[in-house]
């Protein structure tokens, strides 16, 4: 059996890493990738806290996330292809206007 | 022992390849190894007895949202950094290293497959296993919430339609 701390720590690792991707990057395609990274390491708690109270309910939630992780990849990757078309780059700190 | 040396790999692929992911200056170099992160944490899902979640893992991940991600680092057409003569070379010896490993691998599983050995019966397999049991309580305690989700799935899909369309045609309806 695997300890649940193991699970704990490399989900704390994954998240910082997706922590420090978001705030050291500038582009916005990495920026997404790392909060992709976060929502990895709140699925593994999830899975890991299921299976040490032997249910099913963290499992389902991770499905859940998941569903919801596509549909925001799908709206944020279109929103960052109209970015782009507008103001022809991807990196957020050149893009400091709300009117386009 | 062996479940947590695999853990204990897994990991660290996935911490390795996640820091590739924010730390490597080309965005398709980053997909690639968030694709490994994501696999290795699937497998880490598969050692905790999760096999339906780690499929899905795989399948929706590493699958349909890499691709995605990929497809628009390709189409937008970013800098692309210039590659060296010796990158190529140390590059392509890796894949001549990785592709032999493989065959190796290959060729060990086949003879142990020409010639198995005692079946282990340690690991009872539980009736119906993982998948069963998570749609038992996903199609009975949590209905609606799945109910919610695919409602979420249609109106993103319909957003993206409408998002992705871009200005230009907006511009062309108004007349302008």
């Known amino acids: ?100 | 022992v062996i479940p947590q040396m695999l853990f204990a790999a897994f990991a660290a692929v996935a911490l390795v390849s996640s820091l590739m992911v924010i730390l490597h200056r080309n965005a398709v170099t980053s997909a690639l190894f968030l694709v490994l992160a994501f696999c290795s944490l699937a497998g880490i899902y598969l050692l905790m007895g999760a096999e339906f979640v780690g499929m899905v893992q795989v399948i929706v991940y590493a699958g349909a949202i890499m691709v995605l991600f990929l497809f628009v680092i390709m189409y937008l057409n970013l800098k692309h950094d210039v590659e060296t003569g010796v990158q190529v070379a140390l590059r392509r010896g890796l894949g001549w290293v990785l592709g032999a490993i493989l065959f190796a691998e290959g060729a060990l599983l086949l003879g142990h497959r020409w010639f198995p050995g005692p079946v282990s019966s340690s690991t009872e397999m539980q009736r119906g296993g993982n998948t069963e049991a998570l749609g038992g309580v996903l199609f009975s305690r949590y209905l609606f919430p799945f109910e919610v989700i695919a409602m979420v799935l249609l109106v993103a899909m319909v957003g993206v339609i409408v998002v992705g369309k871009g200005l230009r045609a907006e511009r062309r309806e108004d007349g302008r």
């Open chain 1, 1 to 100: 059996m695997i300890p649940v701390g193991w699970s704990l720590a490399l989900s704390a690792g994954l998240f910082m890493i997706g922590v420090v991707g978001v705030l050291v990057r500038r582009n916005a395609l990495v920026i997404f990738m790392s909060i992709e990274l976060m929502l990895n390491a709140a699925n593994l708690v999830f899975v890991a806290f299921g299976r040490q109270m032997n249910s099913m309910d963290g499992q389902v939630i991770v499905f859940f996330v998941m569903a919801v992780a596509a549909a925001e990849v799908a709206v944020g990757l279109a929103i960052i292809v109209n970015l782009f078309r507008l103001r022809e780059t991807v990196f957020v700190d050149e893009i400091n206007l709300l009117k386009g």
